[in-house]
Structures are given as structure tokens and as C-alpha cells.
């Protein structure tokens, strides 16, 4: 089943949302996205509990503490494949780091993760690539329109570099475009 929202959902209507879905067990896809979630505590308890194959939480307005609330219920996940994280532009290193590293969870199974037009520093882009290299499954990544001035030249080099000598050889799509590489 799927179950799609967009408009004026907030944490409040979210945990009301997932205990109404608390005997919903095959859910499969749920969309949030352009609603006013912040903290992601009732989505970290729906991934621990539910089969979702796909989250997606492009354009909320998901801050620091969500993103590690929504890091430890992607590590407690084995059935999440795909992930839309767009226009979060509340996140900032410590959150991503912490849903980077949630990448590298053995139950971790996403295969498509989408991050774009989000604000990922260069600490934060070498937690990605670090992650990749301890996950098997991520095939799809879309970093594409990040703000052009979070990742210096120096950090785009080190990720270019980091790629080129990554283990992972699983990546088969990856979306750069709008960042201005030259």
C-alpha cells in the first residue's frame, strides 16, 4: 500500500499518523514530502516497525536532531530501498554525518538515495563517501544542485579522488549536475 501527503502535516500529525498506521504492517511507500516535519521520531519508530520500501521527506523542514532520530531508524530498517531527503535545508553536517553513517548499518538496504538541492559541507560529503565504501546496495545517488558553497574545489578534489580509489563498485548512477564542477 502507499500512502501519500502533502501540505500541513507536522511532527504533532505524524505521530498521530503512524499510530493510526500501527496495524498497517504492509505499507509500503509513504510521501511526505512539502510538509512541516522537523523531528522524525514517529518515522524512525514506522521504519523499525513497518516494511516501507520507500520514505520520502523531500521539502520538510527536518533539522539536525531529525536527522539523527531518522538515522537510527534507517540502521534499524532492512527494508528500506529508497530514500528522498530533497530540499532539507535544515540539515546540516551533524545530521548528515549521522544519516551517512546509518548508511554503513549491516540492515541498511537502500539502493536509492536522493539528496538534492540540500546544503552538504565538505565534512559532510567525506562522510559520504566514507559510507560508501562500507555499503553494498546504494546504487542510485543524486547530489545534484547542492549549494555550490559548502563543498570548497578542495573538497570536490578529495571526493574525486576518494572515488576513484573507493571498494565500492556498486554505484551506478550518480547525479552531480548543477554544481558547478568544472
Given at each position: 500500500?502507499?500512502?501519500?501527503?502533502?501540505?500541513?502535516?507536522?511532527?504533532?500529525?505524524?505521530?498521530?499518523?503512524?499510530?493510526?498506521?500501527?496495524?498497517?504492517?504492509?505499507?509500503?511507500?509513504?510521501?511526505?514530502?512539502?510538509?512541516?516535519?522537523?523531528?522524525?521520531?514517529?518515522?524512525?519508530?514506522?521504519?523499525?516497525?513497518?516494511?516501507?520500501?520507500?520514505?520520502?521527506?523531500?521539502?520538510?523542514?527536518?533539522?539536525?536532531?531529525?536527522?539523527?532520530?531518522?538515522?537510527?531508524?534507517?540502521?534499524?530498517?532492512?527494508?528500506?530501498?529508497?530514500?528522498?531527503?530533497e530540499y532539507n535545508p535544515?540539515?546540516?553536517?551533524?545530521?548528515?554525518?549521522?544519516?551517512?553513517?546509518?548508511?554503513?548499518?549491516?540492515?541498511?538496504?537502500?539502493?536509492?538515495?536522493?539528496?538534492?538541492?540540500?546544503?552538504?559541507?565538505?565534512?559532510?560529503?567525506?562522510?559520504?563517501?566514507?559510507?560508501?565504501?562500507?555499503?553494498?546496495?546504494?546504487?542510485?545517488?543524486?547530489?545534484?544542485?547542492?549549494?555550490?558553497?559548502t563543498i570548497t574545489t578542495?573538497?570536490?578534489?578529495?571526493?574525486?579522488?576518494?572515488?576513484?580509489?573507493?571498494?565500492?563498485?556498486?554505484?551506478?548512477?550518480l547525479d552531480l549536475c548543477?554544481?558547478?564542477?568544472?
Amino acid at each position: 500500500g502507499q500512502i501519500t501527503s502533502e501540505g500541513a502535516i507536522d511532527d504533532d500529525k505524524a505521530r498521530a499518523l503512524v499510530r493510526a498506521l500501527a496495524g498497517h504492517s504492509s505499507l509500503g511507500r509513504l510521501i511526505l514530502s512539502e510538509n512541516n516535519i522537523r523531528g522524525c521520531d514517529a518515522l524512525a519508530t514506522l521504519l523499525h516497525s513497518h516494511r516501507l520500501a520507500l520514505l520520502d521527506l523531500r521539502e520538510n523542514q527536518i533539522d539536525n536532531d531529525g536527522a539523527v532520530v531518522l538515522a537510527a531508524g534507517i540502521m534499524g530498517s532492512n527494508t528500506l530501498n529508497d530514500l528522498i531527503l530533497e530540499y532539507n535545508p535544515n540539515i546540516t553536517e551533524t545530521g548528515w554525518q549521522a544519516i551517512f553513517a546509518a548508511l554503513q548499518s549491516p540492515s541498511c538496504r537502500i539502493t536509492q538515495l536522493s539528496l538534492r538541492h540540500n546544503t552538504i559541507n565538505d565534512a559532510a560529503a567525506l562522510s559520504l563517501l566514507h559510507a560508501l565504501t562500507g555499503n553494498g546496495h546504494l546504487k542510485n545517488l543524486d547530489i545534484s544542485c547542492l549549494d555550490r558553497y559548502t563543498i570548497t574545489t578542495a573538497g570536490w578534489r578529495t571526493l574525486s579522488t576518494l572515488l576513484q580509489n573507493t571498494n565500492n563498485n556498486v554505484i551506478e548512477n550518480l547525479d552531480l549536475c548543477g554544481n558547478g564542477l568544472n
